[in-house]
T-cell receptor, first 112, second 113 residues
């Protein structure tokens, strides 16, 4: 079953604009991760944020985590056509040694 | 360092057949997880192996099974294939599992006719 739910399901923007994707989850977590998937390929890890962190940056990526609202957001600044992909959040529940649980993803299209 | 390798890349089978998919993790990674991805259900966790032992199992029928060898390579098997088993099967590895980031292979696209 899905733990994380991304919003929106699809997003279309112009090159150079910023893209924001949101993720909500249900149970307490150890950490939350974001992944990218190009069409029909494997997922690529982007960033991991732990439950005691509020914000993290990696290049053009900025991730925030609000554990009180059980939500996270991924911001991609100055988007490029190459950023076109599906983006997934994945949570690691606090309940012992449990696997990553993925949301259904946000499909981002960046138009040149 | 070589990434996660999955073979074959594509498979076409008919209902009732069985299939075996293979995954070679990144050297030194001892945890291998399998996920099924479909447009309707998204990414669903199948199972995780660590040091040749199944450590976690998702909510899939017994037709889905797996194993891990002493060199950490893993296989998953699906018996008595059904149309609904058509999916992208993804393998991911990590050093120890336990909530670490995962390194994914390119997947095996299985079509059941």
């Amino acid at each position: 079953s899905q733990q994380g739910e991304e919003d929106p399901q699809a997003l279309s923007i112009q090159e150079g604009e910023n893209a924001t994707m949101n993720c909500s989850y249900k149970t307490s977590i150890n950490n939350l991760q974001w992944y990218r998937q190009n069409s029909g390929r494997g997922l690529v890890h982007l960033i991991l944020i732990r439950s005691n962190e509020r914000e993290k940056h990696s290049g053009r990526l900025r991730v925030t985590l609000d554990t009180s609202k059980k939500s996270s957001s991924l911001l991609i600044t100055a988007s490029r056509a190459a950023d076109t992909a599906s983006y997934f959040c994945a949570t690691v529940p606090n309940s012992g040694n449990t696997p990553l649980v993925f949301g259904k993803g946000t499909r981002l299209s960046v138009i040149a | 360092k070589a990434g996660v390798t999955q073979t074959p890349r594509y498979l076409i089978k008919t209902r009732g057949q069985q299939v075996t998919l293979s995954c070679s993790p990144i050297s030194g990674h001892r945890s291998v997880s399998w996920y099924q991805q479909t447009p309707g259900q998204g990414l669903q966790f199948l199972f995780e192996y660590f040091s040749e032992t199944q450590r976690n199992k998702g909510n899939f029928p017994g037709r889905f099974s797996g194993r891990q060898f002493s060199n950490s390579r893993s296989e998953m098997n699906v018996s008595t294939l059904e149309l609904g088993d058509s999916a992208l099967y993804l393998c991911a590895s990590s050093l120890t599992g336990a909530g670490e980031k995962l390194f994914f292979g390119s997947g095996t696209q299985l079509s059941v006719l």
